[in-house]
């Protein structure tokens, strides 16, 4: 049972990191398009947005 838990928590985490990813890059589009949006502050945003699910 705990091996399943385990192979579970990396699916999502993986799954998360993947996520991630995908709204960084659309986020960076965002950004070549209206070009007002720095990287940092997208970063510090999908940080926070990270932090909020994890809670």
């Known amino acids: 049972m705990q091996e399943t838990e385990t192979t579970s928590m990396e699916t999502t985490y ?4 993947q996520l ?7 986020m ?3 950004a070549e398009f209206s ?3 720095n990287e940092l502050d ?6 926070d947005l990270n932090n909020l699910f994890s809670l």
């Open 35 to 37: 070009g007002e949006a």
């Open 14 to 17: 993986m799954e998360t990191q």
């Open 28 to 30: 960076k589009k965002i």
């Open 42 to 47: 997208i970063d510090e945003w999908l940080f």
């Open 20 to 26: 991630h990813s995908s709204q960084k890059e659309a």
